[in-house]
């Protein structure tokens, strides 16, 4: 279960994040404190690291570095009906080798890459109309007006769920990432349980509602394989499910924020080269999911003992391997805070990396691309109209609003 840090831990508490993402902090701990121990909303400790190289051996060695399980009261859970059933999140964030591996294998025909391609054009009409519309309204909000709303829409087309449910869908992903957008707020960010709001998402009360939508239509839906939708199970499909509506949609209305943000900041010579950009989108949107880093941080705990930069860490202890510090260390990606469109290579580690990679990083990467595709051909004017409102959090990297203008 992922706690959020308690307010008098030393580095990356959540007071920390209060003004924005704590770079300096990220750059100063790299240099002089790579491994260091915080204190967790439970009273329990963990170790964190923040350089490049050293999240990106945790992440590689699964075996050593485990997940682990997720268990849920669902009556302590946002929208609890009063039961006090617990639940063991089966997905394949929560699993370890080798029923993970089986799992994932089983998952990953549910976003094969040519299924991914077949969805484009869904996504590019999808996008292509919010972008419109918001040209139409000249000054707009980001998040509230595009981000959020486009990337419900989609995940609702990925399952086969009716649009009409689209801002149902958008609340159980705002349930996900904590209270992020306003008009949903539930309880406070410091209550957040990761993993059971997540759960909650799909299977609990009265989100099981949720599940039985997808259920009613997902066989239908043209860009599963058929392999998948042949010998899909519940578990699957509940996975899936959780997937898509929790990181797939939060994840993405980040990642659209964000690009927001850069490419406003560059506006003049992407449009001045908008061939350039489009046949690039790829790298584009990468530089943008780095940028993003949607998810701060990964919690694994180890199954042996490790020493770190000389100090030694027990198995069974927590570890917290953060993407943030991994994804702007200026020893892997010169002038990391820079905006770099074409960066090449980029080997950010917004979706992880080894055996827990995220599988929808096509999908998600293919929704970034048009997305991007749809402001640069529909808008001929961008600006922010303020500077964006984050949600203070350290586990999720969160907008709440960004007014802009579009022309
Ligand atoms: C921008 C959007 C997304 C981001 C930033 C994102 C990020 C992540 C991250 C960081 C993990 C790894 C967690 C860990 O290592 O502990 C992960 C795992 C996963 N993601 Fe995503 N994700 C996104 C979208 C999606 C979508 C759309 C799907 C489904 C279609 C998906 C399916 C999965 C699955 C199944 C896993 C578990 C993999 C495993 O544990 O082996 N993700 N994602």
Redesign the pocket.
Known sequence: MEHPLVDDVEELGFDAFCEGLPLDDLDRLRGNKPVFRTTLADGTTAWNLVRYDDIATV?AASRHYS?APVVVDLDQSAESDGSTERWELR???A?NAPT?GLH?QR?AS??KRDRVEAFRTVVRDIATRFARSCKQKRRADAVEDFAAPLAAEIACSYLGIAPANRDYVRRLSANFMGDSLPDVAIGSHRDLELGACALNAVCGSPMRATTELVYESWRKVPWLAPEFVAHAGRWEIE??AL??IT??VA??RN?IVTAIVCVAAQWEIAKSDTSTWLSRQSKVADEV?RHAT??LR??RILATDAVWHGTTIRAGETLFAW?LGANFDPDTFSDPRGFQPFRTPNPHL???GG???????P??RMEVEEVIRAMLLEWTGLTLDAPPVRFTSNIVNEYVHLPIRVS
């Open positions: 992440l997940v997905a394949a964030m699993l993970h994932k998952l549910a976003v996975e899936l997937q898509t990181a797939g994840g993405l990642c999911i949607p998810l990964v919690r993407l917004s979706f992880t055996a827990h990679a995220c599988l929808g990083a999908l998600a």
